[in-house]
């Protein structure tokens, strides 16, 4: 089974703080997501990577950068991080190929206070 | 990207067939439709994901009319786990890159006893 995980289920942060949070597969996927996820919202793109070192921004970027050095680790940053980041944040892989199945990590819900 | 709108909560009793449609007014030639799940405190779980006509595999059908503006995510006699939030998205999985996908707010599913 594929397996994505997320270096934490539960985080909070003060803010200001600079945030790490952490996204591992072990398929050898080409692209990997991160979404942050709201109430009446769903889910939003903030981040996606294609490839080592590569990355494109999604709708909601601002405040958030991404690192990928390795092909199965995918970082997401919040530099300074605001109360406004408080939120449910979600890893995902996939495949490059005709069939889209995104496979998604636990979460982490961070909390900034 | 296509926009999606789908209803945001039906409620069904247990056994029944419950059908989710969505509108997809401007799916573009290359989109393909996809269907997720996400139960609470989870990340999304790919279900379905189709073309056009008619998919089915051992959890859900999904059926795809010629203009291909709307589908329906049929769900054959719900139980109780069946309670979720359901994702209709829409979008060009492209021939090797990523391929962003927009969630929506999905349908949330209420299976009553």
């Known amino acids: 089974d594929v397996k994505v995980t997320q270096s934490s289920r539960y985080l909070v942060k003060r803010t200001g703080e600079k945030v790490f949070l952490e996204c591992v597969q072990d398929m050898d996927h080409e692209n990997m997501f991160w979404y942050r996820q709201d109430p009446g919202l769903g889910l939003r793109l903030i981040y996606f990577?294609?490839?080592?070192?590569?990355?494109e921004k999604g709708d909601i970027p601002e405040g958030y950068s991404v690192s990928r050095e390795k092909k199965e680790r995918f970082s997401l940053i919040l530099e300074s991080a605001s109360t406004n980041q408080t939120s449910m944040y979600l890893c995902?892989?996939?495949?490059?190929?005709?069939?889209?199945?995104?496979?998604f990590g636990p979460g982490t819900r961070l909390t900034v206070t | 990207l296509a926009k999606t709108t789908q209803p945001i909560s039906m409620d069904s009793y247990e056994g029944q067939e419950v059908n989710i449609t969505c509108s997809h007014n401007n799916i573009a030639t290359n989109d393909y439709i996809t269907w997720y799940q996400q139960f609470p405190s989870q990340g999304p779980r790919f279900i379905i994901q189709?073309?056009?006509t008619k998919v089915t595999n051992e959890v859900a059908s999904l059926f795809i009319p010629a203009d291909r503006k709307s589908s329906t995510l049929s769900l054959p006699r719900v139980s109780l786990s069946d309670t979720a939030v359901y994702y209709c998205l829409v979008g060009d999985l492209g021939s090797s890159n990523t391929g962003k996908l927009i969630f929506g707010q999905g349908t949330t599913l209420q299976v009553k006893p």
């Open positions: 189709g073309y056009k």
């Open positions: 995902a892989s996939r495949p490059t190929g005709i069939r889209d199945e995104q496979y």
């Open positions: 990577s294609y490839d080592v070192k590569m990355k």
